[in-house]
């Protein structure tokens, strides 16, 4: 495929980067934070600085919050009619797709992913988030009823908009998630306030750039990066702000849940998985293998979905391990900007280490380290936060790596021997987790039999390309988040009903 990103700009991307440290988006105006802090931004290709931000606090919160409040109470936005609100959406997506090339690049230098996923599960998706919702916005309406109640009726409801809405995003993909929690915010009606992740706040800055030339009210859109235990709390804490919808780590989404109990805010959370991936006897191996092994190893395993507990019918057990040790040792890894990279770095030297912890003590709890499992020079890129793609077998239920997210390119394999359904079932729902899971086999109703069995938010038989699609829901069972994203049930996530009755 030809590299749809132009990267010929990378120098003055990279100059102007570094000549200017980028300002928070607040009530429509780029600011610096009120204490005049900011902090490094770094590349995990390298380890070296390479820009700064500005390090947004609880007094800018503060502003950004009642900005957002001011603009959802006056109407501004909310009020504003559903087909405006779908074209500026939609002008948005416009500036993104003619911005692809700066969002992409800078998605990579402080992500570390390769370009091509910058761009197709960053840039494009972003886009397609925005078209998707878009077409919500002239869509969302209440029903009519029939009241049992003596005399005549009329009623109804209707659906409004949440309010201002504090959004918190992780660094994985991180211009994606931005853009996948205000499109529907807006598209409902709401005002919000993005946080970016504090490893990854860069492109973030380039969307509050675009936010600002697509017309949108002041105050409609806020975009204040800072760390979590600072400016994300301070969100999470403010009685101005009627939502959270909140993607990371499961730890970090219990202590949101306490937080907002203060006002009472709703809460989305999208949070961590340990993804079951069955592989049957009948399975096409030529695509289970490869899909499996991407779908742990895609983006370093630094994804929510990742397929981290591999359960292979012992018929192909050896096939299979072989398989994915060779892809695994043919993979490229190496950085994001090099256009032959299949796996980039690790985001950050703290993901590194604790990447590196769970793969010791596996081996110390009498896992195999069947590939990989050692952190990996990468010509060119010394410093980068590299580390091989890794394949662990002998694992089992209790160890820590079996049980925690490692939320690294980390696969720990099991077999079975055993065609009971409801045993294979058992041996996938044996997690705190319930985020998603693949199922490869040829016998659909097999395939479709355990689909039902899987105590999880998403099912995906026999792979297939691509990421997430704003049409379906996204979200998890159990410790794995509460509501979804994406799709009807998404949007609907921002709204609140009201009942309307009338006596005729
Ligand atoms: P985290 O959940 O702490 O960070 C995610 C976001 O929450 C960041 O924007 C951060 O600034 C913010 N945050 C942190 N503490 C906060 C607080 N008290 N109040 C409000 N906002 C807060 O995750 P972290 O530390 O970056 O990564 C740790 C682990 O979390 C990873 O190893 C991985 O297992 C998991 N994780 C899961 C993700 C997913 O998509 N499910 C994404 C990122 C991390
Ligand atoms: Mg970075």
Not at 284 to 303: E, H, R
Not at 443 to 462: E, Q, Y
Not at 490 to 497: R, V
Request: with cysteine; net charge negative; proline share 5%.
């Amino acid at each position: 495929m030809n590299m749809p990103v132009d990267t010929s700009i990378l120098p003055s991307l990279r100059s102007e980067l570094a000549t200017k440290s980028r300002d928070l988006f607040i009530d429509g105006k780029f600011l610096p934070a009120a204490s005049g802090e900011t902090f490094d931004v770094i590349d995990p290709a390298t380890g070296a600085v390479f820009a700064s931000v500005s390090s947004g606090g609880a007094e800018d919160i503060d502003l950004a919050v009642k900005a957002a409040r001011r603009c959802f109470d006056t109407g501004a936005w909310s009020n504003e009619t559903p087909a405006k609100r779908a074209r500026t959406l939609t002008r948005l997506a416009d500036l993104i797709e003619a911005n692809a090339s700066r969002i992409a690049l800078t998605e990579t230098l402080d992500n570390g992913m390769p370009l091509m996923m910058a761009f197709f599960g960053g840039v494009a998706a972003a886009s397609e988030q925005l078209r998707y919702n878009a077409g919500w916005a002239t869509k969302l309406n209440g029903e009519t009823f029939t009241p049992s109640n003596p005399g005549e009726w009329h009623a109804f409801t209707t659906r409004e908009p949440v309010g201002v809405v504090g959004a918190i995003v992780p660094w994985n993909f991180p211009f994606v998630m931005a853009v996948a929690k205000i499109a529907p915010a807006l598209a409902a009606g709401c005002t919000i306030v993005l946080k970016p992740a504090e490893q990854t706040p860069l492109s973030a800055v380039i969307l509050a750039e675009l936010v600002a030339e697509a017309g949108f009210p002041d105050g409609a859109v806020n975009i204040v990066t800072g760390f979590g235990k600072t400016a994300g709390a301070a969100l999470v804490d403010h009685p101005l702000v009627d939502k959270i919808s909140f993607t990371g780590s499961t730890a970090t989404g219990k202590s949101i849940v306490h937080a907002c109990t203060g006002n009472l805010k709703r809460v989305t959370l999208e949070l961590g998985g340990k993804s079951p991936v069955v592989i049957f006897g009948d399975a096409d191996l030529s695509k289970a293998i490869p899909g499996s092994a991407m779908g742990i190893f895609g983006n370093a395993g630094q994804v929510c979905a990742a397929g981290s507990r591999l359960f292979v019918h012992e018929s192909v057990r050896e096939q299979v391990m072989a398989g994915l040790a060779d892809f695994a040792r043919n993979l490229k890894v190496g950085p994001g900007l090099a256009p032959d990279s299949q796996m980039g770095p690790l985001v950050s030297q703290t993901q590194f280490d604790r990447v590196a912890g769970y793969i010791d003590s596996a081996a110390q709890e009498g896992a195999t380290i069947a590939t990989g499992g050692k952190a990996l020079a990468v010509a060119d890129s010394a410093g980068g936060y590299f580390i091989e793609p890794t394949v662990l077998t002998d694992t089992r239920p209790g160890m820590k790596a079996v049980e925690e997210e490692i939320f690294g390119p980390v696969l720990c394999a099991q077999s079975f021997g055993d065609d009971d359904l409801e045993a294979v079932a058992a041996a996938a729902n044996n997690s705190a987790y319930g985020l998603s899971s693949a199922i490869w086999t040829r016998d659909m109703s097999n395939g479709l039999k355990l689909a039902k069995r899987i105590r999880a938010g998403m099912v995906r038989i026999n792979g297939g390309m691509g990421g997430p699609d704003p049409a379906m829901p996204l979200g998890g069972f159990k410790q794995s988040g509460w509501g979804r994203e994406n799709g009807r049930n998404g949007i609907e996530a921002y709204t609140e009903i009201k009942s309307v009755t009338i006596n005729l």
